[in-house]
C-alpha cells in the first residue's frame, strides 16, 4: 500500500484485508485416529483426565452439553459402588464362586 502511494497511484490503493482462522477442527481432523492418538496420551499418563474430555469436547467427539463435575462424581460413585442399582451384580467379588454354590447372596459385597 505504501509502495502504490509512493508511485503515486494513491486514489487507486485498496487497504488490505486479513483472515484469521480461529478454528482449527478441519487441521486436526476428527478422523478415529486423532482420537486415537490423543486416548494413547491420556492412557501413558500425560495430560489429565479434564485436558482429555476438554479435547474431546473441543472435536465435536463429546456434545457440548456434557459436564466434566458431573461425569466425575459419577465415575467416583461408580467405583465405590454407590451407583450400582439394587440387585445388579457389578460388585460381584470374582473370587466368591465358590461360596456362591452353597449360598448365593454371599457373592454379592
Not at 33 to 43: E, G, M, N, P, T
Not at 82 to 95: I, R, S
Request: charged share 30%; aromatic share 6%; glycine share 6%.
Amino acid at each position: 500500500m505504501f509502495a502504490e502511494r509512493y508511485r503515486g497511484a494513491a486514489d487507486t490503493v485498496r487497504a488490505p484485508s486479513v483472515n484469521v482462522a480461529t478454528e482449527y477442527d478441519d487441521e486436526t481432523g476428527k478422523d478415529s485416529q486423532s482420537v486415537d492418538s490423543l486416548l494413547k496420551v491420556r492412557v501413558a499418563g500425560e495430560i489429565t483426565r479434564e485436558t482429555f474430555w476438554s479435547e474431546l469436547q473441543r472435536r465435536g467427539e463429546l456434545s457440548s452439553s456434557f459436564d466434566a463435575v458431573k461425569e466425575a462424581d459419577a465415575l467416583a460413585s461408580e467405583a465405590t459402588g454407590m451407583g450400582a442399582e439394587e440387585g445388579a451384580t457389578d460388585n460381584v467379588d470374582p473370587n466368591a464362586i465358590n461360596d456362591y454354590v452353597d449360598d448365593p447372596s454371599a457373592a454379592v459385597a
